[in-house]
């Protein structure tokens, strides 16, 4: 894993940043699909934890979650609206085709939430931000003293299909609601994060990038 801000860490992986993992301190960001088990055992070597945190409940993002909370004996945080969710008690959200079969594949077992976490909550010297529409309890997290943001799928930084570099919205068909999305678009935005760090694609330092595909997507 790579340093890319003080404390924050990002996890290699293979194709790179087609699915990425922090590390805030102690604290691991998202948990891959369940197939990224020996990847990241392997980067946290004999590092501890002290939470497992999610910006969203999606199956490229909770995969390991319940294993690395079990064999680390720590808890499992996401937003109170995507908790359901993760406990089982309701599908990935939104209930298509394209996610259920994506959770066949993909998804780790259900797994109790706790803590919950609410906007304002602090995580690893993160605020927590809600940032809903790609799942209703995406959030954002984000550090004010740097202007780091860890933004999940709020954005993509790559071409999920090509894994081509580049800012898009996320996929329709893997929103809950595409409007509320670019809401929280436009709260991250007013942010003025200096690195945006995705759930696909590799860290962005670029202002001016942002702020191009802010006006291309008329925000
Ligand atoms: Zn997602
Ligand atoms: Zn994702």
């Given at each position: 894993m790579r340093e890319i801000a003080t404390e924050l860490w990002?996890?290699?992986?293979?194709?790179?940043?087609?699915v990425n993992v922090y590390l805030a301190a102690d604290v691991l960001i998202d948990a891959a699909t369940r197939w990224g088990k020996?990847?990241?055992l392997k980067q946290l070597g004999n590092r501890s934890l002290s939470l497992v945190a999610l910006?969203?409940?999606?199956?490229?993002?909770?995969?390991?979650?319940?294993?690395?909370?079990?064999?680390?004996?720590?808890?499992l945080a996401c937003h109170e609206a995507d908790v359901a969710t993760m406990q089982g008690e309701r599908p990935m959200q939104p209930p298509n085709a394209i996610v259920r079969t994506a959770s066949r594949f993909w998804a780790g077992p259900?797994?109790?939430?706790?803590?919950?976490?609410?906007e304002g909550d602090s995580v690893a010297g993160f605020r927590v931000i809600h940032a809903p529409g790609h799942t209703p309890g995406h959030i954002v997290l984000f550090r004010d003293q740097d202007r780091v943001a860890i933004v999940g799928d709020v954005?993509?930084?790559?071409?999920?299909?090509?894994?081509?570099?580049?800012?898009?919205?996320?996929?329709?068909?893997?929103?809950?609601?595409?409007?509320?999305?670019?809401?929280?678009v436009r709260r991250l935005a007013e942010l003025e994060p200096r690195i945006l760090c995705f759930g696909h694609g590799p860290?962005?330092?670029?202002?001016?990038?942002?702020?191009?595909?802010?006006?291309?997507?008329?925000l």
């Open positions: 990002l996890f290699s992986g293979f194709p790179p940043n087609a020996r990847r990241l910006t969203h409940v999606h199956p490229d993002h909770q995969g390991c979650a319940a294993m690395l909370c079990r064999r680390y004996q720590v808890g259900p797994y109790p939430v706790s803590p919950v976490l609410h954005l993509n930084g790559m071409n999920i299909f090509t894994g081509l570099p580049g800012l898009h919205l996320p996929p329709s068909v893997f929103c809950t609601d595409e409007e509320e999305n670019r809401r929280s860290p962005l330092r670029d202002r001016k990038a942002f702020d191009r595909f802010l006006k291309r997507i008329a």
